[in-house]
């Protein structure tokens, strides 16, 4: 009986029962530490393949910084503050629930003229490969928000009426012709030539109309080649074009006209272009790739950015690679190069190719944590399953181990090894970790997810560095699950023995239940959907963890594909119901790789997510009381008439001090539409114009309260 006792509180250690979910905020005060280092940024999540903006956020005066990232299109605000060591930057995850939807590319300019920022990015059409231009214009907020209205670019004179390019682009968007108004150049899939869209829209009267015209369709008076290089003073017919491009327009040699940064998909250069023309007939007259890094090989298809990062009116220079893998991840070790201007030479003058990333907890991609003991303290430390890619298998696992050296209330951890266990040496993929003792002998054992759907156990010794060593014979052995597993340890069944819930990449939840002994596990699979949960579509790779409840009933949180997390109640043999569809803030790009566990002691879980671009970002949880609830109840927030069978909807909520934001997704949980809510009302009508008849969940995000409701229409 000892033994089974012990079992349990293994399992459950960290994880109470709790009678009602949490509102979740970003953690930004706990340390983290590699060797003697503490990192800035431990937080943020990881870079795979990230795109720099500069924009102000907090209207303090100082332009911010913007790392946005292809892996998983996340966009992560930085703060620019002054400190007597100069221009620093902080972390402001608290923004990145106002940001509209992103896609691929993040850029900014003053689209409408009116002195913001507004935001440019892209949206697919007939595929994920074919998008268009899309904008959003800032609106003015306060220091804590922002806001945007969702706009179309407009192109005359030609069969399609959208800028269309292609995923795989960066193009330039900035003021080509002098007029003030940002321009667009590109070469269009299979293309050769550069084209240029001119922005008319002062022309027709209104600078905020955002309408385009292609005015040349061989911007610079050069062809590109298959070599990478291009055929200047030659705008004639090539048979093999461009597969993707990356182009910054800026005025290299300060004689008024715009010159040309180029890469392409499959260069390891970034020419520069210099322009004999003027702002209204381009010609590029000569191309050179050793102005940097004295013509040395960067990185496959690199992307160069130009910000002020010091503040001082001086521009530095960043590149880092535009191409994600067949995986999802960039290509081999991340480098971001960052130049400063050189009094001295002119030129570019190189300071590090590990720009922003090593301060993050970032050891490579495709992140799935873990909370475990691992050196027996009494304090839990961190592990994090990620990968790296290899020549042979194209990609294969390890683990870092982050030891916590704080105290029970105050977690600080610190990288003790990234290669725990050796599992290195194993050939692993897309590795996923959980802990828990499975035989009944005191100590935990290490049950890892594979890509193929197997899984591994092993058992374990604790210290700085844990010794793995394989479980003869494995439990887990016989089974293959569809694909990605993400197993969680835990009993499900108050029989005393320990279950598995494993999420898959179809995105439903297989149930493994122990039918053996204390110290003698035997799994058999009770249901491979969870609480009849079946996703619809192909990309619905998920990470259950269930957290008990006090009357037996369970809070299923789902981390998905899209980077959310929904959040269903339950009892297992019957299903489950969706009470949130994405858990706000919550959104850390691609592939949420979930864990909960209380580490500050507080008798309420910590939230630890991983993602694809190979770090965590850490929640912490605050109860949901009747004094100081963050979410509306029913009765405040009124959505009528509902069911809905006309073109538009009243929504009455309480007052609202900022702006918010509601978005609606279908019965598939796919964004629809999304609606800035103004402050100052308490009655809003929306545009439902468009929407078919059928089933929606809608979910209003402000800075005082956050809801989620559902929506019928019947057309």
Same mark, same amino acid.
């Given at each position: 009986?000892? $033994?089974?006792?012990?079992?349990?509180?293994?399992?459950?250690?960290?994880?109470?029962?709790?009678?009602?979910?949490?509102?979740?905020?970003?953690?930004?005060?706990?340390?983290?530490?590699?060797?003697?280092?503490?990192?800035?940024?431990?937080?943020?999540?990881?870079?795979?393949?990230?795109?720099?903006?500069?924009?102000?956020?907090?209207?303090?005066? #100082?332009?911010?910084?913007?790392?946005?990232?292809?892996?998983?299109?996340?966009?992560?605000?930085?703060?620019?503050?002054?400190?007597?060591?100069?221009?620093?930057?902080?972390?402001?995850?608290?923004?990145?629930?106002?940001?509209?939807?992103?896609?691929?590319? %993040?850029?900014?300019?003053?689209?409408?003229?009116?002195? #913001?920022?507004?935001?440019?990015?892209?949206?697919?059409?007939?595929?994920?490969?074919?998008?268009?231009?899309?904008?959003?214009?800032?609106?003015?907020?306060?220091?804590?928000?922002?806001?945007?209205?969702?706009?179309?670019?407009?192109?005359?004179?030609?069969?399609?009426?959208?800028?269309?390019?292609?995923?795989?682009?960066?193009?330039?968007?900035?003021?080509?012709?002098?007029?003030?108004?940002?321009?667009?150049?590109?070469?269009?899939?299979?293309?050769?030539?550069?084209?240029?869209?001119?922005?008319?829209?002062?022309?027709?009267?209104?600078?905020?109309?955002?309408?385009?015209?292609?005015?040349?369709?061989?911007?610079?008076?050069?062809?590109?080649?298959?070599?990478?290089?291009?055929? #200047?003073?030659?705008?004639?017919?090539?048979?093999?074009?461009?597969?993707?491009?990356?182009?910054?327009?800026?005025?290299?040699?300060?004689?008024?006209? $715009?010159?040309?940064?180029?890469?392409?998909?499959?260069?390891?250069?970034?020419?520069?272009?210099?322009?004999?023309?003027?702002?209204?007939?381009?010609?590029?007259?000569?191309? !050179?790739?050793?102005?940097?890094?004295?013509?040395?090989?960067?990185?496959?298809?690199?992307?160069?950015?130009?910000?002020?990062?010091? #503040?001082?009116?001086?521009?530095?220079?960043?590149?880092?690679?535009?191409?994600? @893998?067949?995986?999802?991840?960039?290509?081999?070790?991340? +480098?971001?190069?960052? %130049?400063?201007?050189?009094? !001295?030479?002119?030129?570019?003058?190189?300071? =590090?190719?590990? %720009?922003?990333?090593?301060?993050?907890?970032?050891?490579?991609?495709?992140?799935?944590?873990?909370?475990?003991?691992?050196?027996?303290?009494?304090?839990?430390?961190?592990?994090?399953?990620?990968?790296?890619?290899?020549?042979?298998?194209?990609?294969?696992?390890?683990?870092?181990?982050?030891?916590?050296?704080?105290?029970?209330?105050?977690?600080? %951890?610190? /990288?003790?090894?990234?290669?725990?266990?050796?599992?290195?040496?194993?050939?692993?993929?897309?590795?996923?970790?959980?802990?828990?003792?499975?035989?009944?002998?005191?100590?935990?054992?290490?049950?890892?997810?594979?890509?193929?759907?197997?899984?591994?156990?092993?058992?374990?010794?604790?210290?700085?560095?844990?010794?793995?060593?394989?479980?003869?014979?494995?439990?887990?052995?016989?089974?293959?699950?569809?694909?990605?597993?993400?197993?969680?340890?835990?009993?499900?069944?108050?029989?005393?023995?320990?279950?598995?819930?494993?999420?898959?990449?179809?995105?439903?939840?297989?149930?493994?239940?122990?039918?053996?002994?204390?110290?003698?596990?035997?799994?058999?699979?009770?249901?491979?959907?969870?609480?009849?949960?079946?996703?619809?579509?192909?990309?619905?790779?998920?990470?259950?963890?269930?957290?008990?409840?006090?009357?037996?009933?369970?809070?299923?949180?789902?981390?998905?594909?899209?980077? $959310?997390?929904?959040?269903?109640?339950?009892?297992?043999?019957?299903?489950?119901?969706?009470?949130?569809?994405?858990?706000?803030?919550?959104?850390?790009? !691609?592939?949420?790789?979930?864990?909960?566990?209380?580490?500050?002691?507080?008798?309420?879980?910590?939230?630890?997510?991983?993602?694809?671009?190979?770090?965590?970002?850490?929640?912490?949880?605050?109860?949901?009381?009747?004094?100081?609830?963050?979410?509306?109840?029913?009765?405040?927030?009124?959505?009528?008439?509902?069911?809905?069978?006309?073109? !538009?909807?009243?929504?009455? /909520?309480?007052?609202? $001090?900022?702006?918010?934001?509601?978005?609606?997704?279908?019965? =598939?949980?796919?964004?629809?539409?999304?609606?800035?809510?103004? @402050?100052?009302?308490?009655?809003?009508?929306?545009?439902?114009?468009?929407?078919?008849?059928?089933?929606?969940?809608?979910?209003?995000?402000?800075?005082?309260?956050?809801?989620?409701? +559902?929506? /019928?229409?019947?057309?």
């Amino acid at each position: 009986m000892r $033994k089974a006792i012990v079992s349990i509180v293994g399992i459950l250690a960290g994880v109470l029962a709790f009678a009602q979910p949490f509102q979740f905020i970003p953690a930004e005060d706990i340390p983290f530490f590699s060797a003697e280092h503490p990192l800035q940024y431990p937080l943020a999540g990881g870079i795979e393949a990230p795109q720099f903006v500069e924009m102000e956020l907090n209207n303090d005066g #100082l332009t911010d910084l913007i790392v946005f990232d292809r892996a998983g299109s996340k966009a992560m605000p930085f703060v620019a503050y002054d400190s007597p060591e100069g221009i620093q930057y902080r972390y402001a995850p608290a923004y990145e629930p106002y940001f509209p939807p992103l896609y691929q590319l %993040f850029q900014t300019a003053d689209l409408n003229c009116d002195g #913001l920022a507004d935001l440019l990015t892209m949206e697919p059409l007939t595929s994920a490969a074919d998008v268009m231009l899309k904008a959003y214009l800032r609106l003015p907020g306060t220091q804590t928000t922002l806001a945007f209205e969702e706009r179309t670019l407009h192109l005359l004179n030609n069969p399609d009426t959208i800028v269309r390019i292609h995923a795989f682009d960066l193009p330039a968007i900035t003021d080509i012709n002098g007029d003030g108004l940002p321009d667009v150049l590109y070469i269009p899939q299979g293309g050769t030539q550069i084209q240029y869209f001119e922005n008319v829209s002062q022309q027709l009267g209104a600078c905020d109309s955002l309408v385009f015209e292609l005015r040349d369709d061989c911007w610079g008076n050069a062809s590109y080649e298959l070599n990478g290089n291009f055929l #200047l003073h030659s705008c004639g017919p090539r048979t093999v074009g461009c597969a993707g491009s990356a182009m910054l327009a800026t005025d290299y040699d300060e004689d008024g006209d $715009k010159d040309l940064l180029f890469s392409g998909i499959y260069g390891m250069h970034i020419q520069l272009l210099m322009n004999g023309g003027d702002t209204t007939t381009a010609d590029l007259i000569s191309q !050179e790739v050793d102005w940097l890094l004295d013509g040395e090989p960067i990185m496959e298809f690199p992307a160069p950015y130009l910000v002020d990062l010091e #503040l001082d009116g001086q521009t530095d220079l960043l590149v880092a690679t535009n191409r994600l @893998s067949g995986v999802g991840a960039g290509l081999g070790q991340t +480098k971001i190069y960052h %130049f400063t201007e050189s009094e !001295e030479s002119g030129g570019w003058q190189f300071l =590090s190719d590990a %720009f922003l990333f090593p301060d993050m907890v970032d050891h490579g991609f495709r992140s799935s944590p873990a909370v475990w003991d691992a050196n027996a303290d009494g304090l839990p430390d961190l592990l994090i399953g990620y990968n790296i890619p290899h020549a042979v298998y194209g990609y294969i696992s390890a683990m870092a181990l982050y030891l916590n050296e704080g105290t029970a209330s105050q977690p600080s %951890f610190r /990288l003790a090894t990234d290669n725990c266990g050796n599992l290195l040496s194993n050939i692993l993929k897309a590795i996923h970790p959980t802990f828990g003792d499975l035989d009944g002998d005191g100590q935990d054992e290490l049950v890892i997810g594979l890509a193929d759907g197997k899984m591994k156990t092993f058992h374990t010794i604790n210290g700085d560095n844990p010794i793995f060593t394989p479980m003869d014979p494995d439990p887990l052995a016989g089974f293959q699950l569809n694909g990605f597993a993400k197993p969680q340890i835990l009993d499900i069944n108050a029989d005393g023995l320990p279950d598995l819930a494993c999420g898959t990449r179809n995105g439903t939840i297989t149930l493994l239940l122990n039918d053996g002994s204390v110290d003698s596990p035997s799994f058999a699979v009770a249901t491979d959907t969870l609480g009849d949960i079946v996703p619809q579509g192909y990309f619905q790779e998920n990470s259950p963890f269930l957290l008990p409840t006090a009357n037996g009933e369970f809070w299923l949180y789902n981390g998905q594909f899209d980077g $959310k997390i929904s959040l269903y109640k339950g009892q297992p043999g019957q299903a489950f119901f969706l009470q949130e569809k994405n858990i706000s803030p919550i959104d850390v790009g !691609e592939r949420a790789a979930i864990c909960l566990h209380d580490l500050n002691g507080d008798q309420r879980p910590e939230l630890i997510v991983g993602n694809m671009r190979g770090g965590i970002e850490l929640f912490e949880t605050a109860p949901l009381t009747s004094q100081d609830s963050p979410m509306a109840t029913p009765d405040e927030v009124l959505l009528f008439p509902n069911p809905n069978r006309g073109e !538009e909807v009243f929504l009455k /909520l309480p007052f609202l $001090k900022e702006a918010a934001r509601l978005s609606i997704f279908n019965a =598939s949980g796919q964004l629809l539409r999304q609606y800035v809510l103004q @402050s100052g009302r308490l009655l809003h009508r929306l545009n439902l114009q468009g929407l078919p008849t059928g089933f929606y969940f809608y979910q209003i995000q402000a800075p005082q309260f956050n809801f989620s409701g +559902k929506m /019928l229409l019947k057309r």
